[in-house]
């Protein structure tokens, strides 16, 4: 699919239902992408395009039911977790994938010392005695930045603040080594200073260990701070995915445009208003087989309505999914669709 | 921790008085006589003999002092002395008596107790037992036919009184199948495995009726807080870290939910001695409940009075229990 090394996990065309009373809802609808060894690939949506689902459904995490994957394929190195039973599941979360949340107030135990949460990992996946464990944690502590960690070990997580806690999750993601790590909005529920300071000790923190990582964020400063690549999702498709320059340089989704066009820009007019943009999120399930973003469209004709497009190859590592043409602001002509 | 404790055991020693005052002065005020069961034929000079004989024409501030020191002074010696055997710990002198016995109240209620013991703690024990397992596999698995019927059932136990059940399950099972006895025999001392079984079989409605009972509201207090527990963000992390299930559910999710439960726990153990008067009465367990309720008809009130305080103490008492637990099982409260 793209040149270059061979992808660390490589997604296609994963499928996530969920029943409900209302009806089935296509919360992941046919998502591919690939993760490169030691890349940073930026997630961004808005709230309920299926962000978390996806990263959830690839390694069994959501109650099922009410989600069903219907579909796809999940491969990590040369195994399809998809095909794993839960047994095999278990022994890639927290060991080669590890998962940081978004919100530090609620992700740890309140009643278990953070030691003890920090060293379950390690001694489930790894074996490890509780000594060994234990100088293990401290590591993990320091290399979070956590001042004083082998006395702090004791503490409870309510004795931390939330981006002390939020340095906490990190490690336990880390314990193991993992070759994946996952931030479902990290720095989301932390103040703006505290959420650079979590920022500075990612980057760090790739470079010291060389993992992947998937990072899904609200904020497209972030992205542009510290992605290698970008997948936008919108309705639980991605809509648009390329290199982060690539795609700030060259938005070609109308939804990626309008979300450019909403970020607050430092040296802009003073009187400039801030943008939104207009009309509803959609509501998933509902016409699988037109656009989702088609009712918010400036440019929506009528076959985005009969087709619901599929991902085309731009140039440059860049695809969207779109029937218009950003280029020549006149509808697609040629149906040169990713390659997958 | 231990400040707060003396703190709140300080605090409770007006909160006990007063309650012992309130009751006192209720039990003044209520109507009856406890010379109503005497013949008719006791000339009147003579029953204001026997009045004042039990102590009935003090003003009531003097009487009702004179109850505090024995109460709090005597009556603990004498259990005192009996518990470790010591006769020379006991104080010398007036005790309580109960009008309608003419024996010490302390005694009585040592009487008394094993019954009640034996026969409501064995229920709550065992609705502890039965429900704990039941309400965690209920949440866990919520809305299979497991939780439905354990639902069902819980809220079938939970809304049938025991005067209900009671006397239901004597009907089908001493008076049709004729396999438990009515009444409950007392006086039947255990010595031989022959005893033994007499005494499973007269304690088994009674403590079915009273397990069925616990086991339903403590079934639907664990499977509630298992539930608001399951949905945790901790508990998807527990998940995302790799770890069984098993220690998931059993580890992170239940000790958050043994929480209120404990403390539930703790504030029902005073109903072990209060709760079951209607079931004591009932099944003819002559324990403290019955004790109540007797003493209540007969106007002793001496013997109302030593029950309630004591059943007051054990609510005041337990209510600091359940708070200090909850400080030991949650580290987000400290108490100084
Ligand atoms: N348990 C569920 N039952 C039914 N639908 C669900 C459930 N969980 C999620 N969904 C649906 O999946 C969609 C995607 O949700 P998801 O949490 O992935 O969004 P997100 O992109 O992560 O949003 P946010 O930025 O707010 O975290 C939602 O629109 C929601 O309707
Ligand atoms: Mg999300």
């Known amino acids: 699919m793209h040149d270059g090394a061979v992808p660390v996990l490589d997604v296609r065309n994963l499928k996530t239902v969920f029943s409900t009373r209302s009806g089935e809802v296509h919360a992941v609808n046919s998502v591919s992408f690939d993760l490169r060894p030691g890349e940073l690939l930026g997630v961004v949506g808005e709230s309920g395009s299926g962000k978390s689902v996806t990263m959830m459904s690839l390694l069994g995490l959501l109650p099922s039911p009410p989600a069903e994957i219907r579909g796809g394929e999940v491969w990590l190195g040369d195994t399809d977790l998809l095909t794993l039973g839960e047994d095999g599941l278990r022994k890639v979360r927290g060991r080669e994938v590890g998962f940081v949340f978004q919100d530090p107030m609620t992700s740890l135990n309140p009643v278990f010392t953070v030691g003890f949460q920090l060293t379950e990992p390690l001694r489930t996946h790894l074996g490890m005695s509780k000594t060994r464990a234990r100088e293990r944690a401290v590591e993990l502590l320091e290399l979070v930045g956590i001042p004083d960690a082998r006395r702090r070990l004791g503490d409870y997580p309510h004795q931390f603040s939330g981006g002390m806690r939020q340095r906490v999750m990190i490690a336990i993601a880390l314990a193991c080594d993992p070759k994946v790590l996952i931030a479902d909005e990290p720095t989301t529920a932390l103040d703006v200073t505290i959420q650079a300071q979590i920022l500075e000790l990612v980057k760090e923190l790739r470079q010291k260990l060389g993992m992947a990582i998937i990072w899904i964020t609200h904020d497209l400063g972030v992205i542009a701070g510290i992605a290698d690549r970008v997948m936008v999702m919108y309705g639980g498709q991605v809509a648009e995915h390329g290199p982060v320059r690539e795609l700030f340089a060259n938005p070609a989704h109308p939804y990626t445009r309008a979300l450019l066009q909403t970020m607050p820009k430092i040296h802009g007019a003073r009187d400039a208003k801030l943008r939104v943009i207009e009309g509803q999120p959609p509501v998933m399930g509902r016409h699988p087989e037109s656009c989702p973003f088609m009712a918010r469209c400036a440019h929506a004709f009528d076959r985005c309505a009969r087709e619901n497009p599929t991902r085309r190859d731009i140039g440059a590592g860049h695809d969207v999914a779109c029937h218009w043409d950003h280029r020549t602001g006149e509808p697609v002509q040629d149906l040169a669709e990713v390659a997958s | ?336």
């Open chain 2, 1 to 336: 921790m231990f400040n707060y404790t003396m703190r709140r055991l300080l605090l409770a020693i007006p909160t006990l008085l007063f309650i012992a005052l309130v009751i006192f002065l209720l039990l003044e005020l209520s109507p009856g006589d406890p010379m109503a069961d005497m013949p008719l034929t006791i000339p009147p000079e003579i029953r204001e003999q026997m009045r004042l004989a039990l102590g009935l024409g003090e003003p009531w501030y003097t009487r009702f002092f004179k109850w505090l020191y024995l109460f709090s002074v005597v009556e603990p010696s004498h259990v005192l002395a009996s518990i470790t055997g010591l006769e020379n710990l006991a104080i010398d002198g007036q005790r309580i008596i109960s009008f309608q016995t003419r024996s010490p109240v302390g005694d009585i209620i040592a009487q008394r107790l094993p019954q009640t013991l034996w026969v409501v703690g064995l229920s709550y024990l065992f609705g502890i037992l039965v429900s704990l397992p039941i309400g965690i596999y209920s949440a866990y698995r919520q809305y299979s036919w497991f939780d439905q019927a354990g639902t069902f059932v819980s809220m079938v136990g939970f809304s049938l009184p025991t005067f209900f059940t009671g006397p239901l399950l004597i009907l089908i099972f001493s008076i049709w199948l004729g396999w438990f006895p009515i009444i409950y025999d007392t006086t039947l001392v255990v010595d031989s495995w022959y005893d033994f079984a007499l005494q499973m079989r007269q304690m088994a409605m009674p403590v079915f009726v009273l397990t069925l009972y616990n086991a339903a509201q403590i079934t639907r207090f664990m499977r509630a807080s298992m539930l608001d527990n399951l949905t945790q963000d901790c508990v998807r992390t527990a998940r995302a870290k790799g770890l069984t299930e098993r220690v998931v559910v059993l580890v992170h999710v239940l000790r958050n939910s043994m929480i209120p439960v404990i403390t539930v726990i703790a504030l029902g153990i005073p109903q072990i001695f209060t709760g079951a008067i209607i079931t004591e009465q009932i099944f003819r367990v002559n324990g403290l409940g019955q004790l109540l309720i007797t003493a209540i008809y007969a106007t002793d009130i001496p013997m109302v009075l030593t029950l309630s305080v004591v059943f007051a103490i054990l609510i005041v008492v337990f209510n600091l229990i359940a708070d200090l637990l909850y400080a030991v099982f949650d580290p987000r409260i400290r108490y100084d």
